[in-house]
């Protein structure tokens, strides 16, 4: 958080995952930071399997407080797509394009409280040269989303399930160090084997064994609901991933 902090009443100060994701990505007025922190005024619970946000149908814009989701498109034989992963200070949906109904549903895959982001959206899109800011760091959410989305696409076209794995852990470890979920290389996994299987298009047998043999190979332990990562050189290496923070300017 940058040092507008200091300048904010008492009982705006404590941080939440709507902050330090914007915070990270642009320099934010007093003004923008209390519009984030008063997310948290208007909040929903969810439970693991809830739809929070149907793309078919959409409503308002919401902001994730803390949580783990995801988009998936569930076919009509009952198989299962993740498209993406969404984690705490992700919207349900980009605040700053028009909402256009489509065909993904995003799901809670744990305990999710959402938070009422229309104050948020009102600002990048009614008045964003008032909240410069706000407006720099939704563009780059946005952003970030479409990056996300290409690294999903060759990771399912072109890469191993050892690649994959790999992959999508360092993009997790990313995400979540933006957000202070990250300590000493540790860092939450609350996922399931059947969910990494629907996220990488393996079957569960598949990424058992893939975490089996990377688990062996010493780069990565997986273990309790966290993952530790021993080789982060080997681990970039082998997966062929970049950064996407690298991309912002």
């Known amino acids: 958080m940058n040092g507008q902090s200091a300048l904010l009443p008492r009982k705006y100060t404590q941080s939440n995952a709507a902050v330090q994701r914007m915070s990270a990505l642009a320099e934010l007025s007093t003004d923008e930071m209390l519009i984030l922190h008063n997310l948290s005024r208007q909040t ?40 993406s992963f969404m984690l705490p200070g992700d919207p349900c949906h ?15 895959l744990t305990a999710v409280v959402l938070a009422d982001a229309k104050t948020l959206e009102t600002a990048v899109n009614v008045n964003p040269s008032l909240y410069p800011g706000l407006t720099r760091a939704v563009r780059l959410l946005s952003i970030y989303e479409s990056l996300s ?25 990313e995400r979540l160090d933006t957000v202070d979920m990250v300590i000493n290389n540790v860092f939450p996994m609350p996922l399931t084997q059947e969910v990494l299987a629907d996220a990488l298009g393996l079957s569960i047998v598949h990424v058992n064994r893939t975490l089996q ?19 982060m050189e080997v681990m970039l290496a082998l997966s062929d991933f970049t950064p996407v923070s690298g991309n912002f300017e």
């Open 44 to 83: 929903r619970s969810y439970l693991p399997r809830e739809e929070l946000w149907n793309e078919s149908k959409p409503s308002s814009p919401r902001i994730i407080l803390s949580g783990w989701a995801c988009r998936q498109r569930t076919l009509g034989d009952g198989r299962r797509q993740i498209v």
């Open 94 to 108: 980009g605040l700053e394009r028009p909402t256009i109904p489509g065909t993904c549903t995003v799901v809670a």
């Open 149 to 173: 989305l290409q690294d999903q696409v060759v990771r399912l076209g072109r890469q191993t399930a050892y690649e994959r794995m790999v992959h999508l852990l360092l993009e997790l470890h």
């Open 213 to 231: 043999q990377i688990r062996r190979d010493g780069i990565l332990e997986v273990r309790g609901g966290s993952v530790t990562i021993l080789d």
